[in-house]
């Protein structure tokens, strides 16, 4: 493999497989699964770990989707396999509380991601100084930054480190980024705050551009980059941990992860448990090109089934409604829509006393 060079500036990967591909496993985690993972990419030398339910302390409920096993046992599993990776939370104002942040500290996790949507980051005060009070490393999630101009954006990550973010990521939360996208959105986020705080970047591979992203996103001043084992995660899932490995090992790029252990991590452990791999289909492909929030694609391929109309007819649907997480509950209200105007009289018979 080609070695690092001495002008390299080091990336910080995270894994989001116990956290993100949540959403591709329905949030059926086991117990025994995320100790597995843990293992190996601790064994690989990954510096941090997410473990949460796909949408964050909190998310187990009815909107969501519950969790087979409690989260915070999850992550006190995970806490109790690492021996050096840290294991980080996520946490969306709003969904989870400060009291679940204090719960998952409790548990171990020493890493706090307060998410919020690319321009709501004033919600995010509360949150964070709960975060720095417990001792917390602090990073901010901005996402669905597609939606935010590159000094919009910036304006947003100024407003997440005055309170107390230590790191903002540009989150590319539908695989909507296109190369430039990222790279501008990136760049104005450090030109913001680079000498305050470092900057990070979420890819998804909607649109098959997460690696392409995370890389151009390196480039422009990121220097944490998440991905997920098996590109495991919402819609046609993450930038791959161990493809973006492999390709900053190319580029000379240290990340301290042993490139063959987290291949094997990825064909070895989660492989053998994953239902469905994430894929560019068609669902998912129009997440991307209609800049669909990733997670709602196992909703509304479940309102596709319950209503008898095509899931990318829905994601479409949202995509010109501008949804946003937390707003599930409205794909029902579009897959209704258009069953009616497909077949008016026969779902009108059904809703009928």
Not at 1 to 24: I, N, Q, W, Y
Not at 47 to 68: K, M, N, P, R, W
Not at 100 to 125: F, K, M, P, Y
Not at 227 to 247: D, F, M, Q, R
């Amino acid at each position: 493999m080609t070695g690092p060079t001495p002008t390299a500036k080091p990336v910080r990967l995270t894994d989001s497989t116990l956290r993100d591909g949540s959403h591709a496993m329905a949030h059926r985690f086991t117990e025994e699964q995320v100790r597995h993972v843990v293992h190996a990419l601790d064994g690989a030398g990954v510096q941090v770990i997410e473990v949460a339910h796909g949408d964050g302390l909190g998310g187990s409920s009815f909107t969501y989707g519950f969790s087979l096993v409690d989260e915070l046992k999850l992550i006190a599993a995970a806490v109790d396999e690492a021996t050096r990776a840290k294991i980080a939370v996520l946490c969306l104002p709003g969904v989870g509380t400060v009291e679940d942040l204090r719960n998952a500290h409790g548990a171990g996790a020493s890493v706090a991601r307060i998410a919020t949507h690319c321009t709501e980051a004033d919600i995010s005060a509360g949150h964070f100084a709960a975060a720095r009070a417990l001792g917390m490393e602090t990073v901010g999630f901005l996402m669905l930054s597609h939606r935010a101009d590159p000094a919009g954006l910036a304006a947003q990550a100024r407003i997440m480190v005055d309170a107390g973010a230590q790191c903002v990521y540009v989150v590319d939360s539908a695989g909507a980024m296109v190369l430039g996208d990222a790279q501008e959105r990136v760049g104005a986020v450090a030109a913001e705050i680079g000498h305050e705080a470092e900057i990070g970047f979420h890819g998804h591979q909607n649109l098959s551009l997460g690696v392409a992203n995370s890389v151009l996103a390196y480039r422009n001043g990121a220097t944490q980059i998440d991905g997920a084992l098996c590109a495991l995660g919402a819609g046609a899932g993450n930038a791959p941990t161990e493809i973006l490995n492999a390709t900053f090992d190319r580029l000379g790029v240290p990340t301290g992860v042993d490139v063959a252990a987290a291949l094997a991590a990825a064909e070895e452990v989660v492989r053998p448990f994953v239902p469905r791999l994430p894929w560019p289909d068609r669902s998912s492909i129009v997440q991307g090109h209609a800049g669909v929030y990733s997670s709602f694609l196992l909703h509304a391929e479940r309102a596709a089934v319950r209503y008898g109309v095509p899931a990318h007819a829905i994601l479409q649907k949202v995509g010109e409604a501008g949804y946003v997480g937390g707003q599930e509950d409205m794909i029902i209200d579009i897959a209704l829509d258009l069953a009616r105007a497909d077949d008016g009289p026969r779902i009108a018979a059904e809703e009928a006393p």
